[in-house]
């Protein structure tokens, strides 16, 4: 007895026709994902440019960035976007530089606006799973500044800065929702049960474990060292420094215990990252950058440590300090420490002078992924990463932060103070702009002034639909209880 099968003969091979080419297209389809690279992008907030071992700290223990630093690349002219917290997360995030930014103070919850595109809304476009975690920073909850809008599947930790001033807050927020860290009360800031930076390293290390077979972009705005400072006294870090007979100053000496074990934790946290990327066999093709937010603060300074106990901007070999620090658009408050790792990709060791800043990641992030980068201030990085003699160069760069102005172009780098006339530096021969040069170079200054008028756009800001969610928040930070 024959048997006939339940479909003729040309809807069999049609289907099996139709089976092979999904197949084809998904392999295909894996291929290509497997070209792209995975991408995690660390920042840590106030890491200063010479707080680290291989930049010559000796008080700092940073064992994994020092080992990142001779498997990567250092830039040794990277600058931040701006030189406080909310600005310049708007300038990497968005690609744009200060003069053109949507939210341009650092009140903790100002927002970007909704059709702003961002660099994981871009990354998504080529099939990038996005989280981020850490601190926000441009768009409190109930605002058109939200992660979630911007591209993120996930995002974890702080939305308003300021609630990001206590480790030990009685919640952190996940896609605006709040959840709940066992043990922390809200009156407390220095002591509680759950520490909010473990949390964000947890759920960093679980978005890359869930994301690891497809590509992912891995956003950590974390907030050590950053203070106001509280540890765990069970962690290993904090056990390293709690007995260091140091004298800070005015600033209490556990503050600097702290702060250095933060430090090392960090560096912790991040070789348990590059463990991880080995377990699941992608560190080769997974690309990690490493930067620093803004300029480093000069804490617990005194009359035996004039530029902060671990002078974060104070250069140990020449003793040559940057100017100002954090919130100046001095050198001191714009120059960050900035590396990156890829195996196999970028030579291991290398050192590149090329002058950059934060505008130019979102190119950077576009080239390297396959993206189309939204209009931007930046230029991209990709040559110089993987060692092209086709780098771009800017022809200028700008800054603007409450009254003050700056301009770099080469070695010249004009700066207006919020009052007072413009101001002209040769940062090749003065790099802590000691000397005033505006008088001897008025053509130079005309030139440079001139750029900075035409950079500056009138703001238009994101909107604030309600503001109870970000008061509770802010209601978080001690110094902010009572307010509203």
Known sequence: ?????????????????ISVLILGTFQLSAAEDSNKPNIIYLMLDEWGYFESGHMGSEKLLTPNIDQFASEGMRFTNAYAGAPVCGPTRCVLLTGLHSGHTSMRSNNGFAPIREDEPTL??????KG??????????????????????????????????VHAHTFYPSYLIRNSKEVPLPGNKSETFYEGKTHAQDEIFKESLKFIEKNHQSPFF???????????WGINKDDPSWQLFKDKPWKAGQRRDQDAKVYAAFMHMIDRQLGQIIDLLKEKKIDDNTIIFICGDNGGQDYFNSKEAPHGFFAPNLNPKTQRRFRAG?????????????LVRWPEKIKAGSVTHHLCYFPDIMPTLADLSGATSPKTDGLSLAPTLLGKETQPEHPYLYWEFVGQTAVRKNQWKAYKPKKGNWELYDLSTDIEEQRNIAAQHPKILQELTVLAKSSHQPIRPGKIYNRDLINKDRLQAPHNRGKK
């Open 1 to 17: 007895m024959s048997h006939h099968p339940p479909y003729p003969l040309s809807t069999l091979m049609f289907k099996s026709l």
């Open 120 to 125: 994981a809304s871009m990354l998504k476009t």
């Open 128 to 161: 990038y799973a996005t989280g981020g975690f850490g601190k926000w920073g441009i768009g409190g909850r109930d605002t058109s500044g939200i992660p979630e809008k911007h591209g993120f599947d996930e995002f974890f930790g702080y939305y308003d800065q």
């Open 218 to 228: 891995c956003y950590l705005p974390w907030t050590p060292p950053h203070g106001l």
């Open 326 to 338: 954090k919130g100046s658009l001095y050198e001191g408050g714009l120059k960050v420490p900035f």
